[in-house]
């Protein structure tokens, strides 16, 4: 993997180091699914899902991201999806904090937008 894509991950708090462990030490196939996190669609899914008011269907989607980007090292979406899970996880559509969740909406598109650019520069 080259090394100025190892430093813009790790730059942006990327937990790299531990990703590639998962991928016990090979790197080409760990780039091979940051590679294939382009085609995740999870993100917009949430945002459809929320606003629509399907907050179910927004929970899972985000919990399906946590796990997608916790996989690949993406702490800072992983920490946003998972902020999501827990304003939505049981939570009836009169309970959920709208403004929080949209908050936290913000911020996980900022940071997916910063790492898939990231990767983008990389395919």
């Known amino acids: 993997m080259e090394e100025q894509f190892e430093q813009e991950l790790r730059e942006n708090e990327a937990g790299v180091d531990t990703a590639i462990k998962r991928f016990m030490g090979n790197k080409a196939l760990y780039r091979k699914f940051l590679l294939k996190f382009l085609n995740d669609h ?48 049981g939570k009836k559509p009169d309970e959920v904090d709208r403004a929080k969740v949209g908050a936290a909406l913000e911020e996980l598109g900022r940071v997916s937008d910063i790492f898939r650019g990231i990767i983008a520069k990389y395919e």
Do not use: M, Q, W
Request: net charge negative; hydrophobic share 35%.
């Open 42 to 89: 999870s993100y917009e899914a949430i945002v459809e899902h929320v606003h629509g008011g399907n907050y179910e269907e927004a929970f899972n989607s985000a919990h399906t991201l946590k796990g997608v980007s916790a996989n690949l090292g993406l702490d800072p979406i992983c920490k946003g999806a998972s902020e999501i899970t827990e304003l939505l996880r």
